[in-house]
């Protein structure tokens, strides 16, 4: 049993002494000190000095179930008392993940009827790279090697996916990006789209994809990625004219698309899928975080017939990880499906929570802080702002402000996540009306001392 009762001072100390966080100045940190959180139930955290804390992010995006569900424990236990682990390499399988596949494949959009099991997101985008590079190799053209995603996007932080995302802070370190992968800007028209409608700049920049295309050669180009709402870049929402014209370009070059829905998959959107929610037919999808509920570790790409067919019929796909369809891991994925589907929990969140928590978000841009306010389903943005009217930019360090609102949202026992001068929220998914009431008369107490 952990012992979950030292002090906070004395957990701080080992913490800063020990561990080494990912995404953190590890200096400033062992200054600080970590919050420890040491139990969760629903939408509530607490912390190792006994506080409850709001946890409007879901964990990172993943915990859409809420915390606490006692059958998701049972299905990891009973797995790990049966068999808990054996691989899938080497023509050997086991009876969670066949049926994860085939749940998975039901649930899937459109043809994405095979299922390549991975560790997390990252390492989904890493197999998702050289699915679709092997693919064409298979078909004959080699030379269909270039990758093509979005500035500000996020694919992990693995030598692919932070290559495929497009953080220039992780591009900075350690020899990112790969060869082979070329970045267009995002259709963040808030920030970006100056004098243009939002329709408008959603079609100048899809166009950037095709012009990126005919730059590069089409004969060249693999693949473009994106997520179908950029998540840890702000929860960017493109203008509607964006997803269509992608679709177009795509289709017109024969282009593979890689949607990542590593955050908007699982019910996120308010469907079980970014890709319905926004009318969006991909070639490959990646999913992770929702799957499992975060509860343990799990990514998985869905693959179209098409080039299941054609990597299957090829040599060997030399690609694969020791934890590829880990039976725990299924296990619990499948529990985790099974109760968002019996419970209706995706069906209540889309139809009754996701419009009121809309209306409350909405209702927040009337701050003097707050420019636009964003929602899709359950994940939602505001951006801050000196000045509604020019949508300006704070002058100094861009993020300064919104770490100063997280970190009076975090003292109010408040959990948003900023993303530079952008507020984020991605609650789980079974917040109720009362909780969502909270999370809004916080976030504004916050906001106000922000100012
Ligand atoms: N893709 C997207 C869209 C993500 O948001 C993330 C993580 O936030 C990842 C990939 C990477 O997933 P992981 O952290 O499980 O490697």
Redesign the pocket.
């Known amino acids: 049993m952990i012992d979950n009762h030292l002090p906070t001072a004395e957990l701080q100390a080992l913490d800063a002494a020990h561990h080494m966080h990912p995404f953190t100045h590890g200096a400033a940190l062992a200054e600080k000190g970590a919050r420890i959180i040491t139990s969760a139930s629903g939408v509530w955290l607490q912390d190792s000095d006994g506080a409850r804390i709001l946890d409007a992010m879901a964990g990172?995006?993943c915990v859409n179930l809420g915390y606490g569900r006692e059958e998701l424990v049972e299905a990891a236990a009973r797995q790990m008392r049966q068999l808990p682990f054996y691989n899938t390499f080497f023509q050997t399988s086991h009876v969670p993940a066949i049926l994860l596949a085939k749940k998975l494949a039901e649930l899937a959009p459109g043809d994405l009827n095979h299922v390549f099991f991975n560790g997390?997101?990252?390492?989904s985008?890493d197999t998702n790279l050289r699915l679709v590079r092997h693919y064409w190799e298979l078909r004959g053209k080699p030379e269909k090697f270039n990758v093509i995603s979005r500035w500000n996007g996020?694919?992990?932080?693995t030598m692919g996916?932070g290559s495929l995302g497009g953080m220039k802070g992780i591009h900075a370190q350690g020899g990112l990006p790969i060869p082979g992968i070329h970045h267009i800007d995002q259709p963040d028209w808030w920030s970006e789209g100056g004098d243009m409608s939002p329709e408008e700049f959603g079609l100048s920049r899809a166009r950037q994809l095709e012009e990126k295309i005919l730059e590069l050669g089409p004969d060249t180009v693999a693949a473009f990625i994106a997520?179908p709402v950029q998540?840890?870049g702000g929860v960017i929402v493109a203008p509607e004219t964006y997803w269509p014209e992608i679709q177009r370009i795509v289709k017109e070059y024969g282009i593979l698309l890689i949607l990542?829905e590593?955050?908007t998959g699982f019910g996120r959107t308010g469907r079980w899928f970014g890709a319905e929610t926004l009318g969006i037919t991909p070639d490959i999808m990646?999913v992770?975080?929702g799957i499992t509920s975060g509860y343990i570790p799990l990514?998985a790409s869905l693959v179209s017939d098409r080039i299941a067919q054609v990597i299957d019929e090829g040599d060997e796909f030399a690609h694969g990880y020791t934890y590829s369809g880990h039976p725990v891991a299924c296990a619990v994925a499948l529990e985790n499906i099974r109760l968002l589907e019996e419970e209706g929990i995706i069906a209540r969140a889309g139809s009754e929570i996701a419009p009121y928590l809309k209306e409350k978000w909405e209702s927040l841009a009337d701050h003097p802080l707050v420019g636009e306010a964003k929602i899709v389903g359950l994940m939602g943005s505001i951006a801050l702002t000196p000045d509604k009217a020019s949508r300006a930019k704070f002058k100094g360090d861009a993020g300064t402000v919104g770490y100063i609102c997280r970190e009076r949202c975090f003292a109010n026992n408040l959990v948003m996540r900023h993303v530079g001068d952008r507020m984020v929220i991605s609650p789980p998914l079974v917040i109720t009306k009362e909780e969502i009431d909270e999370l809004i008369a916080r976030a504004r107490l916050s906001l106000d001392e922000t100012l």
């Open positions: 990172l995006w997390s997101g990252s390492d985008n996020y694919h992990g932080s996916g997520e998540g840890a990542d590593v955050i990646t992770a975080k990514g």
